[in-house]
């Protein structure tokens, strides 16, 4: 399949899981209030959390180790089941010794943390395996994988309000987690065993391949983990500093519909990152780096100027009353969407050249600055401006980084091929 033909399928079946986290925040506020969907965002950002310092880098492992040829795909797909049972026992001993609950028991019943860390492990299962797919070219099964967990959630929300949302409590939400992630991880197995089988041992491959591995992993894992790192910190501090889970709705809102407006770029990232750590060919790799940027800035200025002018409208239309208060922070965060569309960009080529050490030093000091920026904020308002802040010094380090390695030009960065 040709880049733009992959980058299709991708928009249009992930769109569905898109439109579904869409739909299950406007549900959720709807019928059960902005401090539920506040509650929900806080949650669902500490599940993604527990992913990422699960998966320890290993997403990018994976894809360079198979692509690589280092491991063959029946043995990475043991592997990967070993590691994720052992990573699932971890997290579950660390919730029952208290170390979890002695941070977070203010907000989250013994029950909750125990469900966040099952849909947690689930999620590495889940990232890991539908990572084969995307490494063995099954562009559809990959998507829909991907896709499967957020449209089953919402679905599983819609039922439960359905049936009875008299009795509806706080631990639903995560328990709803874990069976859409238990459903997708069962379809991704099965998916991968019918591509590319299982094998029984880890010893027909060479020790040292596994270190490479996992040597590769460590510098790749402190990208995702501060990706996921900082949502979780931003509602744990709105959550913290504000008393009442409003601010943290006013800001969920916001990443949703900014996740909307970043929805190709967010997908596609995975499928270009695959072609350009393929291929040798420079100029190609240059003259499709200009087109994405000339994308980006073009989508970026659009979503501008319908910023300004309609998000009060769409806040009122779908979410009502409940959400008025996040007009201010959905318009920035949007207005500032271009950001992030030349950050996801430069980072996808970072990846694909293989400078893990410079992406982890920047994505390290971009969560020193937020941190130290952050802590003592108590609006969403704030908290988002200090994001949009440290998004584009980070944008600005990976600029730097890419025109000093010579890979793209200053002509490049603005859609010059």
């Given at each position: ?67 690589q040829g280092e491991i063959p795909p029946k043995i990475m797909a043991t ?154 910190v931003s509602f744990h501090v709105l959550n913290m500093n504000s008393g ?8 969920g809102v916001g990443f949703v519909l900014l996740s909307i407006v970043l ?155």
């Amino acid at each position: 399949m040709t880049l733009k033909r992959d980058l299709l399928w991708t928009f249009l079946i992930q769109g569905v899981g898109s439109l579904s986290v869409l739909l299950t925040s406007i549900v959720i506020a709807r019928w059960y209030g902005a401090d539920a969907f506040g509650w929900f965002s806080s949650a669902k950002s500490l599940v993604l959390f527990m992913m990422a310092v699960g998966c320890w880098g290993l997403s990018q492992g994976v894809l360079d180790a198979l692509n690589q040829g280092e491991i063959p795909p029946k043995i990475m797909a043991t592997f990967i089941a070993y590691y994720g049972v052992a990573f699932a026992f971890v997290l579950l001993l660390l919730n029952a010794s208290g170390v979890l609950s002695h941070w977070l028991a203010d907000r989250f019943s013994s029950l909750e943390l125990l469900l966040m860390c099952v849909s947690g492990s689930l999620f590495v299962f889940h990232t890991l395996y539908r990572l084969m797919l995307l490494s063995s070219d099954k562009m559809i099964a990959y998507n829909v994988v991907t896709m499967l967990p957020n449209a089953l959630i919402l679905l599983l929300v819609v039922g439960v309000l359905m049936l009875d949302d008299a009795r509806f409590e706080y631990a639903h939400f995560v328990l709803m987690f874990c069976v859409a992630l238990t459903i997708s991880v069962s379809i991704a197995v099965w998916r991968v065993v019918r591509v590319v089988g299982v094998h029984q041992t880890l010893r027909d491959v060479h020790m040292s391949a596994y270190k490479k591995l996992c040597l590769s992993s460590a510098v790749c894992a402190v990208p995702p983990m501060v990706q996921m790192l900082i949502p979780a910190v931003s509602f744990h501090v709105l959550n913290m500093n504000s008393g009442t889970t409003v601010e943290a709705a006013y800001l969920g809102v916001g990443f949703v519909l900014l996740s909307i407006v970043l929805t190709l770029f967010n997908m596609g990232s995975p499928i270009v990152f695959n072609q350009w750590s393929k291929q040798g060919d420079e100029q190609v790799f240059k003259s499709e780096y200009a087109s994405l940027s000339n994308i980006s800035s073009c989508m970026g200025a659009l979503v501008l100027v319908l910023a300004y002018s309609l998000v009060p409208l769409v806040l009122s239309v779908l979410y009502g009353d409940a959400m008025h208060g996040a007009a201010t922070v959905c318009v920035v965060l949007l207005a500032s969407s271009i950001i992030w569309m030349h950050a996801k960009i430069l980072m996808t080529a970072c990846l694909s050249k293989a400078h893990h050490g410079h992406l982890a030093c920047a994505f390290a000091l971009k969560a020193v600055v937020f941190l130290s920026l952050v802590m003592h904020q108590n609006t969403a308002y704030d908290v988002a401006l200090v994001w949009i802040l440290v998004e584009c010094l980070f944008m600005l380090h990976l600029m730097c980084v890419l025109v000093q390695k010579q890979y793209v030009s200053i002509l490049n960065l603005f859609g010059r091929a």
